[in-house]
Nanobody, 116 residues
Framework: QVHLVESGGGLVQPGGSLRLSCVAS????????VDWFRQAPGKQRERVSC????????IYTDSVQGRFTISRDGAKKEVYLQMNSLKPQDTAAYYC?????????WGQGTQVTVYS
């Protein structure tokens, strides 16, 4: 059974850092793409970053480019999102999503709040 569990969210001041973790079970990271999304109150869910399971290349939405870094540890079956230089507009619930043979699976999310 596919299962994704996010953790690492919390409260942080502007300029601070957090590292989110997404622990996968029930499938291999080598056979799937795992993305990070976020959803702020009243806004649509947006993809923040994704990493190719084929060549390890990654892409980022413009607003986080240069501040966020996605990585993965296949042995631990974890995908990470290192978030630096956080801004109030990064406040959102963050979700990881796995695409396994065109089926999508979501975690329950972890809240990130950046406050002054």
């Amino acid at each position: 059974q596919v299962h994704l569990v996010e953790s690492g969210g919390g409260l942080v001041q502007p300029g601070g850092s957090l590292r989110l973790s997404c622990v996968a079970s029930g499938f291999s990271l080598d056979d799937s793409t795992v993305d990070w999304f976020r959803q702020a109150p009243g806004k649509q869910r947006e993809r923040v970053s994704c990493m190719s399971e084929i060549d390890g290349s990654s892409i980022y939405t413009d607003s986080v480019q240069g501040r966020f870094t996605i990585s993965r540890d296949g042995a631990k079956k974890e995908v990470y999102l290192q978030m630096n230089s956080l801004k109030p507009q990064d406040t959102a619930a963050y979700y990881c999503r796995a695409n396994i043979l065109s089926r999508l699976y979501w975690g329950q999310g972890t809240q990130v709040t950046v406050y002054s």
